[in-house]
């Protein structure tokens, strides 16, 4: 990454908040999924239901993470 400007003072300090929330937010949803999994034992019904569950979990993942990068790279640019 060599030649890419660090971003200072409060622009960091927001870039940090985003990425700190963007780790607990996919911490949370993946115990929360996981639980879900055992819960309605996923494991046990068939495998079509276990890839439909498994895609699920990716999509909201995918969006989540994709939100909050969004938000990480407005922070960079200084337009938050």
Known sequence: MRGMA???GPQRELMK?????????????DVAVIAVYYALHISDRP??????FVAVW???TLLLVSTLMRK???A???QL
């Open 6 to 8: 660090t971003p200072a």
């Open 17 to 29: 908040k985003y990425l700190l929330r963007l780790v607990i937010v996919v911490v949370a949803l």
């Open 47 to 52: 495998e079509r239901t276990q890839e439909t």
């Open 58 to 60: 990716v999509v909201v």
């Open 72 to 74: 990480i790279r407005q």
């Open 76 to 78: 960079r640019r200084g």
